[in-house]
């Protein structure tokens, strides 16, 4: 591994070269002569590639709406959270920090919540106090991806913005992006010194806050033409028992029933 020093610098392939981005900086390293894999290693490079292609999905989603740069370890931490969560569990995608210096919990010491008809509650609470910040600009992103069709169906954005020296009375934001796929809610917030925002990336901050999958519709399957006569065989079976029983029960109460037999002299 080493260092790229030069004007121009590439990721990917470059004849027997990589290059690849990491922690702000670029570097390279020859390919090797020959890859020798297990069944395993085959497996983790599945699992890998279908992280990767997810997760560049998710960036492309928030990418033209962040407000914040980026730091240099998201891609590799967001991966490495979607390769241990697996293919079908989006929702361990909540409480990934796009920025991991700082987290939307140093503004808000009562949590945002999701609720199921889609509104973002923000409670009330008390803003906290930080040296040349006079607001808080906070912005919600919600998107709504299909993992299924590899495209973000639609963005849309909320802005409000919070005076540092007064009560925060609570918020309400209509957050339910309509289209099929799951909807991904980002919380971004930034320190504001009046109306330009903080360079100091402890006061900003964006995190994935709540993720929702789409509701499935319930499916009844109606049975085939044997199935319903088997079914109709099945029910007279237990009708015909059950009447049976109760004229047992019936013969077996009647008020003859349980008289002594005279006895018969023959002669």
């Keep these: 591994m080493a260092i790229q020093t030069s004007l121009f610098t590439f990721t990917g392939k470059a004849a027997n070269m990589i290059g690849y981005y990491r922690d702000g900086k670029h570097y390279f390293r020859s390919m090797p002569a020959s890859v ?10 599945l699992r890998f590639g279908a992280a990767s292609k997810k997760g560049r999905l998710i960036r492309s989603a928030f990418a033209d709406a962040l407000d914040i740069p980026y730091d240099g370890s998201h891609i590799n931490r967001l991966n490495k959270l979607l390769i241990k969560a697996g293919r079908e ?7 990934f920090r796009f920025n991991q210096h700082t987290g939307t919990d140093r503004f808000f010491c009562m949590d945002p919540s999701l609720s199921e008809d889609g509104i973002l509650h923000i409670p009330a609470q008390e803003l906290p106090q930080f040296r040349g910040i006079t607001a808080f600009e906070v912005k919600v992103i919600a998107t709504r991806i299909s993992f299924t069709e590899r ?3 639609r963005t849309d954005t909320a802005l409000i913005t919070l005076d540092a020296r007064e009560a925060f009375g609570g918020a309400a934001l209509d957050v339910d992006v309509p289209g099929k796929g799951t909807l991904v809610v980002t919380l971004q917030v930034r320190g504001m010194n009046g109306n330009a925002p903080s360079n100091n990336r402890k006061y900003l901050a964006a995190d994935i806050i709540a993720v929702k999958e789409p509701e ?3 499916v009844f399957h109606k049975p085939s033409h ?5 079914l109709q065989q099945r029910l007279q079976a237990i009708l015909d028992a059950s009447t049976r ?3 047992q029960r ?5 008020p003859y029933a349980h008289r ?3 006895d018969i002299q023959r002669e």
Excluded at 36 to 45: L, S
Excluded at 89 to 94: E, F, K, Q, T, Y
């Design 36 to 45: 020798r894999q297990t069944k395993a290693t085959k497996r983790a490079a």
């Design 89 to 95: 569990n989006n929702a361990a995608l909540a409480g």
């Design 151 to 153: 495209r973000v169906v």
């Design 216 to 218: 499935t519709a319930q």
């Design 226 to 230: 044997g199935q319903q006569a088997a």
């Design 245 to 247: 029983e109760q004229g």
């Design 250 to 254: 019936s013969l077996a109460n009647h």
């Design 260 to 262: 002594a037999r005279p």
